[in-house]
Each structure stands twice: as C-alpha cells, then as structure tokens.
C-alpha cells in the first residue's frame, strides 16, 4: 500500500514537472527535493522491512521458546506422575514385603506342626509295630487265662465285660469310684476257674 502511495506521489510530481518545464531552475529544485523524498522513501522502507524482518525473528524465538516451556511443562507433569506412581508402587512394594514376611513366619509356624506330625507319627508308628502288638497279645492272654471279654469304649470309671464260663456267660459290671480295688481284684478272681 505505501508502495502504491509512492508511485502515486511519484505520478504526481511528474506532471508537475511537465507544467513546470518553462522553469529549469525551480524543476532542477523540485527533482532534487524528489529525489530526497525517494532516498527517504528508500531508506524508511528498508528499515520499515529491517524492524518487520526483527520482529520476525523474535517472534520466531518468542515461539520457540513458549514451545519449549510447554515442552518443559509437561516433561515436570510427566516427572511429577512418574514419581507419584513411584510412591505408590513403593507402597505397595512395602506392603507386599510385609505380607511376604508374615507369610513366611506363618509357613514356619504351620512347619513346625508339621515337625512335631511327622514326630508324632514316628511315635505311632513305633507304637503300632511294637507296643500295641504287645498289649494286644496281653489282652490275648488275658482272655484265655480269665475268659472276660472286656467292652473298652466306656466311660474310665467303669469296668463293664463277659466272662464266659463253662457253663454259662456273667455280665461284668464295676464302678471303681464305688468299689475298692481289692473287692474288684476278688470278684475278678471269682471267675477265674482254679483247675488247670
């Protein structure tokens, strides 16, 4: 647009100096006053283009800038999640750490039963192969010396059985918290059959 002002103010003086040409020396005046404009002219449209070229730039690093300060920005908010995801995690890493800790002190505890079964079970086993084969061939005896069949599944304090005898079966029924141990012995004895 100043451009096209220029070229106007240019036509302008151009026909002025057709009117003018009877006149040299006022026409040599006004060419060189025309030609100052221009230079002026000239050299404010470079300067004009220097300062628009400046801002330009700066506009140009003013938006590189803002673009790296966004940039920035959000590498701080992804640092910020980063270390936010950090604690917890950590948390949670603590807490699964403490979990395992008891985990592991129950597996110990619930292990030393285990011990103590295996141990138990040594014992029965121990007791199946050798004292109860024992107390079982001493029930044996027992019978074939007294012929009383005793009932075990009784309360302690009762003896409760069968004595077969050679003509007929006795029920045996004692309270011991009733009866003293040397009746019981007697009345055992009682049944027992003094002919070999």
Do not use: C
Not at 74 to 100: G, W
Not at 167 to 178: G, S
């Amino acid at each position: 647009m100043l451009v096209n002002n220029f070229q106007d103010i240019q036509e302008s003086l151009d026909a002025l100096v057709d009117l003018t040409s009877s006149q040299p020396e006022i026409l040599t005046q006004m060419r060189a006053e025309q030609q100052t404009f221009y230079d002026r002219h000239v050299e404010t449209k470079e300067t004009v283009m220097q300062i628009l070229k400046d801002v330009t730039q700066q506009e140009e690093i003013m938006v590189h800038r803002l673009t790296d300060m966004k940039k920035k920005m959000l590498q701080e908010k992804e640092l910020e999640n980063l270390d936010d995801q950090l604690r917890q995690f950590t948390a949670k890493n603590q807490m699964l750490d403490s979990e395992l800790q008891f985990l592991q002190s129950e597996l110990e505890r619930l292990r030393s039963p285990d011990n103590e079964l295996t141990m138990l079970q040594n014992e029965v086993e121990e007791d199946t192969t050798e004292i109860i084969p024992s107390a079982i061939y001493v029930a044996k005896l027992n019978y074939l010396i007294t012929r009383i069949d005793w009932e075990y599944d009784t309360k302690p304090h009762i003896l409760k059985g069968v004595h077969y005898g050679p003509d007929v079966a006795t029920p045996i029924n004692i309270d011991t918290t009733v009866t003293s141990q040397s009746e019981i012995a007697d009345q055992l004895w009682s049944f027992v059959s003094d002919e070999w």
